[in-house]
């Protein structure tokens, strides 16, 4: 049973950092691409960053370029999202998802397996 557990949201102020951590099980992390998705309160789920299983080819939504960092660590089963200079529209619930396949994609369909998600919170 595939399990995505996301941590380390929280409050934040604009300008600062917080990393995202998603810790995966019941499947063999390191052939599936992983990504982050967000969903702010009234708004669609929308995507964030995406890795494949390589790690090699990353893409990012424009809003958060230069900002955050997605990375794996296959020998641990954990996915992450650095980010930093934070700004109020960051603010969102965050979600860990598992790709249907080992290469990259930008939308929701392209993912089988979503975590609970874990709130971040940027405000003054």
């Known amino acids: 049973q595939v399990q995505l557990v996301e941590s380390g949201g929280g409050l934040a102020q604009p300008g600062g950092s917080l990393r995202l951590s998603c810790a995966a099980s019941g499947f063999t992390f390191n052939n599936y691409a992983m990504g982050w998705f967000r969903q702010a309160p009234g708004k669609e789920r929308e995507f964030v960053a995406t890795i494949p299983w390589s790690g090699s080819i990353i893409y990012y939504t424009d809003s958060v370029k230069g900002r955050f960092t997605i990375s794996r660590d296959n020998a641990k089963n954990t996915l992450y999202l650095q980010m930093n200079s934070l700004k109020p529209e960051d603010t969102a619930l965050y979600f860990c998802?598992?790709?249907?396949?080992?290469?990259?994609?930008?939308?929701?369909?392209?993912?089988?397996?979503w975590g609970q998600g874990t709130q971040v919170t940027v405000s003054s």
């Open positions: 998802a598992k790709g249907r396949l080992s290469r990259t994609s930008l939308q929701a369909i392209g993912y089988d397996s």
